[in-house]
C-alpha cells in the first residue's frame, strides 16, 4: 500500500511504514526484551467456554478497541500477520492516530489473541499483546502484554505518565472485555 503525502503544489509518495523496533514477535515470550518499560495486566473475565469464545471474538475482531472508546481502523476483519491498523482517539481535526501492524495471531484451543507493533509515525516504540485464555478450571483470563519506549520527544517528554497511560488503559480493556463476554 502506497500512502501520498500532499502539501501546498505537489503530491509525493510517502516512504513505506517500517517496525520501529527490532523485538518484532517478542510478546509471544515470556521473557521481554531488555531496555524497554514491560507491561503485564491480566483481568479475569468469567468462567465457561461460551465466554472465552465471546471474549475472543471481541479482541480479534477488534470490537474491544472499539467499545473501549478507541476508534481503530484497519481493511482487516479480524486479527491477522500483516494486517495494518491505525488506533485513534479525539475528534475531527484534533484526531490523533497510531500506526501498528498484527505481529503474530493465536487462535488456539484454550487461547485467542493477537499482538501488534509500533510503525514509522507512532510515538511509541514497540509491542502489544491481547490474550484470553481459559484454563483447564474453566475459568476465562484477559492479558494484556508489552513492552515499550517512546520513539518520539513528546513521548519522552511525557515521561513518567506513559506507564501510567498503559496501564489505565490496560484495565479498561479487560472491563471491557469482561463486559461484553458477560453480554
Do not use: K, N
Not at 491480566?42 to 461460551?50: F, V, W, Y
Not at 515521561?159 to 490496560?170: E, F, K, N
Amino acid at each position: 500500500m502506497t500512502r501520498f503525502v500532499r502539501g501546498p503544489g505537489r503530491t509525493t509518495a510517502a516512504p513505506p511504514l517500517r517496525f520501529t523496533y527490532p523485538d518484532v514477535g517478542a510478546t509471544r515470550s515470556p521473557a521481554l526484551p531488555d531496555g524497554y518499560h514491560h507491561l503485564r495486566h491480566r483481568t479475569p473475565i468469567g468462567h465457561g467456554r461460551d465466554v472465552f469464545e465471546a471474549a475472543g471474538a471481541a479482541v480479534t475482531t477488534w470490537r474491544m478497541h472499539r467499545a473501549s472508546g478507541a476508534r481503530l481502523r484497519s481493511e482487516a476483519v479480524r486479527a491477522a500477520p500483516g494486517a495494518r491498523v491505525r488506533v485513534c482517539v479525539g475528534v475531527g481535526p484534533l484526531e490523533y492516530g497510531v500506526p501498528c501492524e498484527v505481529v503474530w495471531t493465536a487462535y488456539e484451543e484454550g487461547r485467542t489473541g493477537f499482538a501488534y507493533g509500533t510503525l514509522t509515525g507512532h510515538p511509541e516504540s514497540g509491542e502489544e499483546a491481547f490474550v484470553v485464555e481459559q484454563l483447564p478450571d474453566g475459568s476465562v483470563w484477559f492479558t494484556v502484554t508489552a513492552f515499550s519506549r517512546p520513539a518520539r520527544w513528546y513521548a519522552r517528554m511525557a515521561g513518567p505518565l506513559v506507564p501510567v497511560a498503559q496501564r489505565w488503559y490496560a484495565r479498561r480493556l479487560g472491563r471491557t472485555v469482561r463486559r461484553i463476554a458477560r453480554g
